[in-house]
């Protein structure tokens, strides 16, 4: 069979996909919690959420609203979380990935200026320079406050968005690694860093699971 055969997945589908697997973690946390089997498979779904945000990011043509409807639902959930759990400041998911679309479009940025042969020495530094600043500030937001999986967490949509050119004056061989495994791949480095710094022993590092099914994922939106 050949391997474009395989790929059964949309976009859709991962992220309907990913909704389920988090359910089932859930499900698992709140009524099995003796039984790990659902904790496990429950680890795929936040990579395959990252990469639905790296997906995201590529495709989209208005990053402000992009980024605002997704940090306005992390306020609003966070607002929640946090009158309805006695103040506790842990923040959600979704600021997790509000900070990695921040980073991501920075990276874009980088990138843009690094390949348009427009661009200036002094356009290509400092948008190196904001990249490696949104990142830094990442990294020190993560250390003032606990961020649902961590600065690792924060960076595997990034990882994911790497090799993304998508729009990008990028060199051909540069645009040959812009395909779904090699992405997919990238997202390996920060999902074993978030388990290095987990306090779930061996747990985490089920969600390297993921990769093989986004190798399945065909690139395309919907059917």
Not at 42 to 49: K, V
Request: hydrophobic share 55%; charged share 15%.
């Amino acid at each position: 069979m050949q391997p474009d055969k395989l790929r059964i997945f949309n976009a859709n589908a991962i992220k309907f996909l990913a909704a389920a697997l988090m359910v089932i973690d859930h499900v698992g946390l709140l009524f099995f919690p003796d039984m790990l089997l659902f904790r496990k498979i429950g680890r795929l779904s936040m990579p395959l959420f990252a990469f639905a945000i790296a997906e995201g990011c590529k495709y989209t043509k208005n990053k402000p609203k992009h980024f605002f409807l997704l940090f306005g639902l992390a306020v609003i959930c966070q607002t929640v979380y946090y009158f309805f759990d006695s103040g506790n400041l842990y923040m959600c998911i979704l600021v997790t990935f509000s900070l990695s679309v921040l980073t991501i479009y920075a990276l874009q940025a980088f990138k843009q200026s690094l390949f348009d042969k427009d661009s200036t020495l002094s356009e290509k530094v400092l948008t190196g320079l904001l990249f490696a600043l949104v990142v830094f500030c990442v990294y020190a937001l993560n250390r003032l406050l606990t961020i649902d999986y961590g600065f690792w967490g924060c960076m595997t949509p990034v990882f994911a968005s790497l090799f993304d050119f998508h729009r990008i004056p990028a060199p051909a061989f540069l645009k040959r690694l812009d395909c779904i495994p090699v992405r997919a791949a990238c997202m390996i480095l920060p999902l074993i860093g978030i388990a290095l710094v987990s306090n779930f022993g061996n747990l985490p590092y089920f969600a390297l699971c993921a990769i093989p099914v986004l190798c399945l994922y065909n690139g395309e939106r919907e059917s």
